[in-house]
């Protein structure tokens, strides 16, 4: 089992940018594929990105690509989420979230296949 740690959140202008991170604790951390999640109120957790376990591939929505990036550091158990031009409908609750299966990278991206969560950091994007 994974522990995870979100950081960094916080209030930021439209155009501006913030570095989520995502501390883990557990000894097959670098066996997971990671990934970020954000609900808004009122809305379903959406996904975000993921990155395989040696981060060698990321994949991102639509919505996101070209903005965010997602990384990940395997020797000091931390993923990341760079955030940049960021806009109000980004405006959520970020949760970083480890895969259900070990070195294993996923093709689709429904939160129940992710079995670890954070506590959610607070992103808010004012215009």
């Known amino acids: 089992q994974v522990q995870l740690v979100e950081s960094g959140g916080g209030l930021v202008q439209a155009g501006g940018s913030l570095r989520l991170s995502c501390a883990a604790s557990g000894r097959t951390f670098s066996g997971y594929a990671m990934g970020w999640f954000r609900q808004a109120p009122g809305k379903e957790r959406d996904f975000v990105a993921v990155i395989s376990w040696g981060g060698g591939t990321t994949y991102y929505p639509h919505s996101v690509k070209g903005r965010f990036t997602i990384s990940r550091d395997n020797v000091k158990n931390t993923v990341y989420l760079q955030m940049n031009n960021l806009k109000p409908e980004d405006t959520a609750v970020y949760y970083c979230?480890?895969?259900?299966?070990?070195?294993?990278?996923?093709?689709?991206?429904?939160?129940?296949?992710?079995?670890?969560w954070g506590q959610g950091t607070q992103v808010t994007v004012s215009s």
């Open positions: 979230a480890a895969h259900r299966r070990l070195y294993y990278f996923p093709t689709v991206f429904p939160p129940a296949d992710f079995g670890s």
